[in-house]
T-cell receptor, first 115, second 113 residues
């Protein structure tokens, strides 16, 4: 299975600021995904990040609020912009191992609290 | 379109008792099905998955699940609960060839000593 790391693991931020979350994978993957898990809720897909092209956003999520970079096949960043308390969530990066296991694997998550 | 329904947002069992977490899915094509576990303050860990073949799949930590096409179910079981099983469990479905996964709402398992 893929090994995924995220930075930071948690952060407390002030309203109106932005936070960039990094996701690093130990192998090259075509597609990376960013999810949000609001308190007490399930996972919601924010966007799919493809290397060399713009990210594809799900309904309800926009690039201005959640800009994503994917500079290579092992790394991606998600920025949460102009934060409000409603953005307090766990943000998870995941990858799909299509070749070997056809399974999605998740990073440990970034726990964000916005004051 | 595909969807997942997990019955019971909270389940409590006694230590040593049977664990049964229910999951029903909806998919227009044969699905891939997964169970993930999330321990407090951690990310998601894959417990087990069903793609094709044998309908009873075994996962880590003594868990298993059975794919029942006629019932569109993929319930998770463990014969004897351990205190360390206390966590939140997510059932998920994916369409073969598509990499988007749809998650259920999760079931929090409490294990009572």
């Amino acid at each position: 299975s893929a090994v995924i790391s995220q930075k930071p693991s948690r952060d407390i931020c002030q309203r109106g600021t932005s936070l960039t979350i990094q996701c690093q994978v130990d192998s090259q993957v075509t597609m990376m995904f960013w999810y949000r898990q609001q308190p007490g809720q399930s996972l919601t897909l924010i966007a799919t990040a493809n290397q060399g092209s713009e990210a594809t956003y799900e309904s309800g999520f926009v690039i201005d609020k959640f800009p994503i970079s994917r500079p290579n096949l092992t790394f991606s960043t998600l920025t949460v912009s102009n934060m409000s308390p409603e953005d307090s969530s766990i943000y998870l990066c995941s990858v799909h191992d299509r070749g070997r296991t056809d399974t999605q694997y998740f990073g440990p998550g970034t726990r964000l609290t916005v004051l | 379109a595909q969807s997942v329904t997990q019955l019971g947002s909270h389940v409590s069992v006694s230590e040593g008792a049977l664990v049964l977490l229910r999951c029903n899915y909806s998919s227009s094509v044969p699905p891939y099905l997964f169970w993930y576990v999330q321990y407090p303050n951690q990310g998601l860990q894959l417990l087990l998955k069903y793609t094709t073949g044998a309908t009873l799949v075994k996962g880590i930590n003594g868990f298993e699940a059975e794919f029942k096409k006629s019932e569109t179910s993929f319930h998770l079981t463990k014969p004897s609960a351990h205190m360390s099983d206390a966590a939140e469990y997510f059932c998920a479905v994916m369409r073969e060839g598509y990499q988007k996964v749809t998650f259920g709402t999760g079931t929090k398992l409490q294990v009572i000593p």
